[in-house]
């Protein structure tokens, strides 16, 4: 049997389409959800509706007249979906252009009295608790629509540069960064785990040794770099940090392209291009969620983004950073030392005082660095590259990888990392070895810097953190 509601001769449109392009005259039908009733002493009632197309709502006036407004239609709940027929007409009220004047009303579920989301406002933070529900709401249907434009730009920007999209898996045995902080996968029963010499006989597992979720897919990306010049991934990563912090996730989605023959300066010009390209279409494309961001969220961040799209970034050296930010005057929770990690206080003074703009910093020590990032002549640095925007800091790490296989095997010596478990890339500095370059960027950060959330847990749909796995 045909659903009643999709039998409807009128053409099924959405909200956004209704709102901003259908035709005066034209006989529409919308379905969604309601967002808002009142009634007229008139004898009609103005319906807002909303489909999560767009941010905003599309008026619906239903008049008494049609058979069910009393009986379900003047009783209409927020949170209830319907489904709406009728003709678009010019609204005369005010921020609209267009309305629909309703033939026919369907309800389709019902929200009783209970529904969460009623008008007040909420807290991003109760509202993780809703986390089914949440979507529905102006902010978080924004910040949805604005990760979707994003995550189709990222694919957009790199099948054009030629790179060839590849899935790395998500199952490895491989700690790509060497700090252990990996979620273990394993079948083993952990009530009765079987030992061997004293020791878990991983033998017995499923996967015949120690498995892990990835952390990163760079390190595969660059076997697919290393045959077919160009490629990328973008998936779910995963890290065992017991981080409670506004900007860590347990479970996030690592952009990561891999290029060979690029060194360190085509990489560097690889992601400012990159992050330009996701600014101009996020900028273009979602310029309703945006205005919402600018005026609900985080006020002036859209001069903020267009500054970075529009100026060039800058390039400095770890070491020129510790120089300025030394002699700086300024008095900073974390220390300035050459040799250790520069913290987000550093990053925004350069990026917010000193450059006022955005800025690559490269050459780091090698000290703090990956065994996998290509060792420079000078025996202290790596050529590692961070891309630092202003109210941020980091965005985008990088490096151009090691190539040349003595070098890396004594990298991988100093970090004490078993050279048996790493035998494939080991290989790929064996056979036909060439110069390559790639970075990651984690695609939560950027959406949260994109739209000012302040909390990271804000930009994913389904935020993994220590002690929370719901939904």
């Not at 010049?229 to 890290?239: A, I």
Request: charged share 25%; hydrophobic share 35%.
């Amino acid at each position: 049997m045909e659903d009643s509601a999709c039998s409807n001769a009128s053409k099924w449109v959405s909200v956004s389409f209704a709102r901003d392009s259908a035709s005066i005259g034209e006989s529409i039908q919308i379905r969604g959800w309601v967002r808002t009733r009142r009634d007229s002493k008139g004898g009609f009632s103005f319906i807002e509706v909303n489909d999560g197309s767009c941010l905003g709502n599309l008026q619906v006036i239903a008049d008494a007249s049609l058979p069910n407004y009393s009986s379900e239609i003047s009783s209409l709940s927020v949170g209830s979906s319907i489904v709406v027929s009728g003709v678009v007409k010019a609204s005369e009220g005010q921020g609209q252009s267009r309305e629909l004047a309703a033939a026919s009303v369907e309800l389709v579920g019902l929200a009783p009295n209970d529904f969460p989301l009623q008008k007040k406002r909420h807290s991003f933070e109760k509202l993780r608790e809703w986390a089914h529900l949440r979507p529905r709401t102006n902010a978080f249907g924004a910040v949805t629509r604005v990760r979707n434009r994003l995550s189709f730009s990222v694919h957009q920007f790199f099948q054009e540069e030629g790179f060839n999209y590849v899935n790395t898996p998500i199952i490895t045995a491989s700690d790509c960064e060497g700090a252990g902080q990996m979620f273990r996968v394993t079948t083993l029963p952990l009530d009765n785990l079987p030992t061997k010499n004293g020791k878990v006989d991983h033998e017995k597992d499923f996967f015949g040794k120690p498995a892990f979720l990835t952390v990163s897919g760079q390190l595969e990306a660059e076997i697919y770099a290393t045959s077919m010049g160009k490629c990328y991934t973008f998936g779910p990563t995963f890290r065992a940090e017991n981080s409670n912090t506004s900007r860590h996730l347990s479970e996030f989605w690592m952009i990561e392209p891999e290029a060979a023959f690029f060194e360190l300066p085509d990489n560097m010009l690889l992601a400012e291009r990159f992050i330009k390209r996701l600014l101009t279409d996020v900028l273009g494309d979602c310029s309703e969620d945006m205005q919402f961001f600018e005026e609900r969220v985080q006020p002036g961040i859209l001069d903020a983004l267009r500054m970075v799209m529009n100026k060039p970034f800058e390039h400095m050296t770890y070491t020129e950073a510790v120089d300025i930010l030394t002699a700086s005057g300024e008095k900073f929770e974390f220390p300035v030392n050459w040799g250790a990690d520069l913290q987000a206080e550093h990053e925004r003074y350069l990026t917010e005082k000193h450059i006022c703009g955005p800025l690559i910093l490269y050459n780091y020590p090698k000290s703090i660095k990956p065994f996998y990032m290509r060792c420079n002549d000078d025996g202290r640095t790596v050529a590692a590259m961070d891309v630092l925007v202003p109210h941020v800091g980091e965005i985008v790490g990088g490096s151009q990888r090691e190539e040349r296989l003595p070098v890396l095997l004594e990298r991988m010596r100093e970090m004490n990392l078993d050279e048996k478990e790493y035998w494939w890339y080991i290989e790929l500095r064996k056979y036909g070895s060439v110069p390559h370059s790639g970075f990651g960027l984690g695609f939560e950060r950027v959406v949260q810097w994109v739209t000012g959330m302040t909390n990271i847990r804000d930009c994913i749909p389904f935020p993994r953190t220590p002690g929370s796995a719901e939904f």
